[in-house]
C-alpha cells in the first residue's frame, strides 16, 4: 500500500516550490501529494493512506479538515508563519526547503532531537536575516557586513551578499579568491555539501564568516532562485551556524521569495522624498504579488552618515569602533538578536 505525504497551503507557487524541491533531490520515501484548497486535500485524506501531512495552521481550521470521522494523517503537522511557534508539531513556513523537509521527516520518524543527525539541533535552527533595500544609496553593504559582525559576537553567522557591484571590496579589499561564482558552479557540478567547498570559498572578517560576492554581473543574472535555495540549504544542513545575513538587490532572481525565508528584514532608507517614493512603490507592490505577509518581516532604518573614505576604503576600526556599529548593535538588541 503507498504511503502518502501530502502539503496543503492555499499559496499555490509556495508548494509547487517546496514540491519540487523534494523530488529534485528524493528527500522522502512517500509519495508527494499538494493541494491549494483545503476541501480537495481532506477528500484525498479520507480515501488514502496519508502517513505524514503538513498543512497551513490557518487551513486546517477550515471545517473540512475537523470531520468527526475523519483522521486526517497518521502525523500531522503545521505551517506556522510565527518563528516562535515552532514545536513538536508546528513548522515555521518561511525558511528553506531543505530545512522544512528534514524537520518533517525527523518528527515523523520520532528522532528524539527532531533534527536529523549533523543539522542545527532542535531550538537552535538557523535564523536568515535579510538586509535589502529598493533605494540604492542607502548604504546597505557596510551596514549589512556590520550587522554580521555583531551577531558573530553571540554565535557563528554567515554573511552573504547577492549584490552586483556591491563595493564590498571597499571594506574586504580585494582579493584573488573563489567567490560566489565558484560556489555556485561546484554546486551545479555535484558539490552540494557545505563540507565539499567551504574550506577554500569561506574567508573570516572580525569573527563572521563570509563568501566573496561574485564579481561579474552576467553570473548572478545566471543563477535560479533553486540554486539560491540550494545553497542556503546547504548551510542550513551543515549545522555550523546560528545566524545568516544576506544582502539581496531587486536584481537578485527570486529576491522576494528569498526575503520569505527571512525572520527580520532590515530596509535601510533615505529621508529625502525619492527615496521615500523607492520604498512605498515596494511597499505596494507587495499586496499585487499576494506577499503582503512581507510587511510584517521589515523594519525600515535610517542608518547613520558613514565617513567619506577616499575610494570607499574603510578601515576595521573605523568600521566596527564607530556610529554604524552602536546603531546596528542596538538595532539587533531591540530585534532579540546577539548580545
Given at each position: 500500500m503507498k504511503h502518502y505525504f501530502v502539503i496543503c497551503?492555499?499559496?499555490?507557487?509556495?508548494?509547487?516550490?517546496?514540491?519540487?524541491?523534494?523530488?529534485?533531490?528524493n528527500m522522502t520515501y512517500?509519495?508527494?501529494?499538494?493541494?491549494?484548497?483545503?476541501?480537495?486535500?481532506?477528500?484525498?485524506?479520507?480515501?488514502?493512506?496519508?502517513?505524514?501531512?503538513?498543512?497551513?495552521?490557518?487551513?486546517?481550521?477550515?471545517?473540512?479538515?475537523?470531520?468527526?470521522?475523519?483522521?486526517?494523517?497518521?502525523?500531522?503537522?503545521?505551517?506556522?508563519?510565527?518563528?516562535?511557534?515552532?514545536d513538536d508539531?508546528?513548522?515555521?513556513?518561511?525558511?528553506?526547503?531543505?530545512?522544512?523537509?528534514?524537520?518533517?521527516?525527523?518528527?515523523?520518524?520520532?528522532?528524539?532531537s527532531g533534527m536529523a543527525k549533523g543539522s542545527e539541533p532542535s531550538g537552535a535552527r538557523l535564523r536568515y536575516i535579510g538586509i535589502y533595500s529598493p533605494v540604492s544609496r542607502a548604504s546597505a553593504t557596510p551596514f549589512a557586513l556590520v550587522t554580521a559582525c555583531m551577531l558573530a559576537r553571540s554565535d557563528q553567522t554567515l554573511y552573504l551578499n547577492l549584490r552586483s557591484f556591491s563595493g564590498v571590496e571597499g571594506i574586504l579589499g580585494k582579493a584573488d579568491c573563489p567567490?560566489?561564482?565558484?560556489v555556485m558552479y561546484y554546486m551545479q557540478s555535484g558539490r552540494t555539501s557545505l563540507s565539499d567547498w567551504g574550506e577554500s570559498c569561506i574567508y573570516s572578517y572580525d569573527c563572521t564568516d563570509y563568501i566573496y560576492p561574485a564579481v561579474s554581473p552576467a553570473d548572478l543574472q545566471d543563477i535560479s532562485l533553486q540554486d539560491w535555495q540550494q545553497l542556503l540549504a546547504s548551510v542550513s544542513a551543515q549545522g555550523k551556524y546560528?545566524?545568516?545575513?544576506?544582502?539581496?538587490?531587486s536584481g537578485t532572481r527570486?529576491?522576494?521569495?528569498?526575503?520569505?525565508?527571512?525572520?527580520?528584514?532590515?530596509?535601510?532608507?533615505?529621508?529625502?522624498?525619492?527615496?521615500?517614493?523607492?520604498?512605498?512603490?515596494?511597499?505596494?507592490?507587495?499586496?499585487?504579488?499576494?506577499?503582503?505577509?512581507?510587511?510584517?518581516?521589515?523594519?525600515?532604518?535610517t542608518l547613520p552618515?558613514?565617513?567619506?573614505?577616499?575610494?570607499?576604503?574603510?578601515t576595521r576600526e573605523q568600521l566596527m569602533g564607530g556610529e554604524l556599529a552602536k546603531f546596528a548593535q542596538a538595532l539587533l538588541q531591540d530585534s532579540g538578536y546577539g548580545k
Open positions: 497551503d492555499q499559496e499555490q507557487a509556495y508548494i509547487e516550490r517546496l514540491a519540487e524541491f523534494i523530488l529534485t533531490r512517500m509519495d508527494l501529494e499538494i493541494f491549494s484548497d483545503e476541501a480537495m486535500a481532506a477528500s484525498f485524506c479520507t480515501s488514502h493512506r496519508v502517513k505524514c501531512l503538513l498543512v497551513h495552521e490557518d487551513v486546517f481550521g477550515q471545517s473540512s479538515f475537523l470531520r468527526e470521522d475523519m483522521q486526517a494523517a497518521e502525523r500531522l503537522f503545521f505551517l506556522t508563519e510565527n518563528p516562535d511557534a515552532e508539531t508546528h513548522i515555521y513556513k518561511y525558511q528553506s526547503a531543505d530545512a522544512i523537509i528534514n524537520r518533517v521527516m525527523c518528527l515523523e520518524s520520532d528522532q528524539p567567490d560566489l561564482s565558484d546560528r545566524f545568516l545575513v544576506l544582502e539581496l538587490e527570486g529576491y522576494l521569495e528569498l526575503l520569505e525565508m527571512c525572520d527580520t528584514i532590515y530596509m535601510p532608507v533615505l529621508q529625502d522624498g525619492f527615496s521615500e517614493c523607492q520604498a512605498r512603490l515596494f511597499f505596494e507592490l507587495l499586496p499585487r504579488l499576494q506577499k503582503q505577509h512581507l510587511l510584517s518581516k521589515v523594519r525600515t532604518v552618515k558613514l565617513t567619506d573614505e577616499p575610494n570607499g576604503q574603510w
